[in-house]
Every structure is written in structure tokens, then in C-alpha cells.
């Protein structure tokens, strides 16, 4: 059984950093990545990684984001630095095969003073 957990969310002041982290389990996975959606408005793209390293960044988060993959521990973390109010969402894992698309629950990211 294919399953995607996801840690690290929480509340921040604008200007700090907060590091999430998704492991996944039950089969191999091309690419990992994040999506976010905030209240009100759609799914969209953070940063994903292919197995080969490759990444991908949202404008909106280029410079700022870092996207990371542990191959051995089938694990992908974001690392989120100078976070604006902006980026308060709900952070969902994602993680692709050939096949098909998986998707984690979601982790709340609050950015408010």
C-alpha cells in the first residue's frame, strides 16, 4: 500500500523558516514533490525533484524554497526560508510514477505575526 507522510508544518512569524518533510512507502517514485493551496484559490505548484536531482520552483518561491530528495529514505523535504504571509497555505506531498499520481493529506503553514 502506497502511503505519503507528511511533517513539519506549524506556525511562523514572516521572516522565518520552516523545514517540511514527506516519506513515502510501498513502491518507488520518479518524482517527489509540493503543491500548496490556500484558502479560496487553487492547487498549485511549489517545487518538485526528480530522482536525478532535476527541480522545478514556483516564481513565486525561487530563492527562497529548496527542495531536496533522499533517494535511499524515499524521503523529500522543503526547506522554506524568508516566508511571507503569502505562503500560508496547506502544503500537500506529492509523489509520481509511471502510472500514476499520489497525493499526502496536507500540512497546515501559517505565516502571521
Not at 505519503?4 to 520552516?18: A, T, W
Not at 514527506?22 to 484559490?41: E, L
Not at 511571507?84 to 502544503?91: I, S
Request: net charge positive.
Amino acid at each position: 500500500q502506497v502511503q505519503l507522510v507528511e511533517s513539519g508544518g506549524g506556525l511562523v512569524q514572516p521572516g522565518g523558516s520552516l523545514r517540511l518533510s514527506c516519506t513515502a512507502s510501498g513502491t518507488i517514485f520518479s518524482t517527489m514533490g509540493w503543491y500548496r493551496q490556500a484558502p479560496g484559490k487553487q492547487r498549485e505548484l511549489v517545487a518538485t525533484i526528480n530522482r536525478g536531482g532535476s527541480t522545478n520552483y514556483a516564481d513565486s518561491v525561487t530563492g527562497r524554497f529548496t527542495i531536496n530528495l533522499d533517494n535511499a529514505k524515499n524521503t523529500v523535504y522543503l526547506e522554506m526560508n524568508s516566508l511571507k504571509p503569502e505562503d500560508t497555505a496547506v502544503y500537500y506531498c506529492h509523489a509520481a510514477t509511471v502510472f500514476r499520481n499520489y497525493w499526502g493529506q496536507g500540512t497546515q503553514v501559517t505565516v502571521s505575526a
